[in-house]
């Protein structure tokens, strides 16, 4: 283990690159959207259980790094969008839905144009995002976070100022597809180099017209697993590192949202552990991605903002029994997916609310119109693994787990680009 862990780390500075695109707004132009941003600190104040590992049962027994939720809040003279992010597991459908209608009532926001999204960390907190029997620490913990969140949407709405916007690509290898092939011929979860992963960090960039950046927004597809079942501390696992580095060189006032894309076949190349050297590598690397592209970035005026947001209720199953294929499943309750899509200027932001498989993903940035396209999971809900149909056919721990029956893939793929295509 040793040997492979020096390894790793002898070879972390040639896995990343980074391209450049830019806007297509007129330089000249006036910008037609204004923008605010802020970021709170959500980590529990008392000890309450930790989420992502069933084998975790007991309340955290320290605090790593500070857990942080961002808001990015955009207004045009049509329409107004927000997007919160959060270093958690994900959230119920009930959470979002209360929330939405709070943050309605206090900045006059539709619900539908609200996307709340989760790194998916799994070294937080419980949120009831998977579980409701929960201990009374988790209940106050939750509406905590609620009320946050509303503070934080508040605080973003105030002051908004005229925007520039830029886009940029990088690449880095930290992270590997886990559906690995064991020697009993089955799929689960490992580190599966002989096949497909997405290694795409996508950087969007908000200055106001003094040239300050305002917030930059980074999406990497990437389970936030370096933290495994052993560890008992709270952490922002490798999207916390990524921040704390961005703000290393980008100063402390820059907010910074980091989402998941389509990764729920994805996981770091180190991890589940107990090693904090590794939780900071990996974020280090994606920071450091991130902070190359930003720099090399140009930031235009923005035109405006579109929203479209509905749900797709598909046929669900129950969990399997083994991580081998089925000939068939037994019927379980169908399962609605919440499906939002945000066009800020040239870039559209496509959220999900299960864990996408990235190869799902990939067909629809590849089948967008948009060259920015970039794919949010865990948005507005928790519901569950959303497998490809190919995935039904090998078996894994997805598959067991997904509440979702074979064939969710071509509707959904379907019904997200027809909702690009109508912004």
């Not at 795409?200 to 597809?221: G, H, K, M, S």
Request: charged share 20%; net charge negative.
């Amino acid at each position: 283990m040793k040997n492979i862990h020096l390894f790793g780390f002898c070879i972390l500075a040639l896995l990343c690159t980074c391209s450049i695109s830019y806007g297509q707004d007129a330089l000249d132009e006036i910008s037609q959207v204004r923008m605010g941003a802020a970021k709170v600190i959500i980590t529990p104040e008392h000890p309450v259980p930790m989420s992502g590992y069933a084998s975790r049962t007991e309340p955290y027994t320290g605090v790593h790094d500070q857990l942080f939720a961002t808001a990015l809040y955009f207004r045009s003279s049509e329409n107004s969008l927000l997007l919160i992010t959060a270093d958690v597991i994900g959230y119920s459908r009930q959470f979002i839905d209360e929330t939405r209608e709070k943050i309605f009532a206090r900045i006059g926001i539709a619900p539908e144009n609200i996307m709340i999204t989760a790194v998916h960390n799994h070294g937080g907190p419980v949120t009831k995002a998977y579980e409701q029997d929960v201990p009374e620490s988790v209940e106050i913990y939750v509406k905590d976070l609620q009320e946050k969140f509303i503070s934080l949407s508040v605080q973003a709405s105030e002051s908004p100022v005229p925007v520039r916007m830029g886009t940029g690509q990088g690449y880095c290898e930290l992270n590997i597809n886990r559906r690995a092939e064991f020697a009993d011929g089955g799929i689960w979860l490992g580190r599966a180099s002989d096949k497909p992963c997405d290694h795409e960090v996508n950087i969007v960039r908000f200055d106001d017209f003094n040239d300050r950046t305002l917030a930059v927004l980074i999406n990497w597809p990437c389970h936030a697993t370096t933290s495994g079942p052993g560890n008992t501390q709270i952490t922002g696992d490798w999207p916390g590192a990524a921040s704390r580095y961005f703000n290393s060189q980008a100063g402390d006032e820059v907010v910074v949202a980091i989402t998941a894309g389509a990764s729920g076949d994805i996981n770091p190349i180190y991890g589940p552990g107990n090693d904090f050297n590794e939780i900071e590598a990996v974020g280090y690397h994606v920071g450091k991605t991130a902070w190359k592209t930003y720099s090399q970035i140009t930031t235009l005026p923005l035109g405006s903002l579109e929203a479209i947001n509905t749900s797709l209720v598909l046929p669900g199953k129950k969990q399997g029994e083994d991580h081998f294929p089925q000939e068939e499943y037994e019927i379980g309750p169908d399962v609605e997916i919440d499906l939002s899509t945000f066009r800020i200027g040239h870039v559209v932001l496509a959220g999900v609310s299960g864990e996408l498989m990235h190869e799902i993903g990939g067909k629809i940035k590849k089948q967008s119109p948009y060259t920015n396209t970039i794919i949010m999971t865990h948005c507005n809900g928790s519901s569950g693994y959303i497998c490809t149909d190919k995935a039904f056919t090998e078996g894994g721990y997805e598959v067991k787990v997904t509440r979702l029956m074979p064939g969710a893939e071509m509707p959904l793929t379907s019904q997200v680009l027809q909702m690009i295509n109508k912004l």
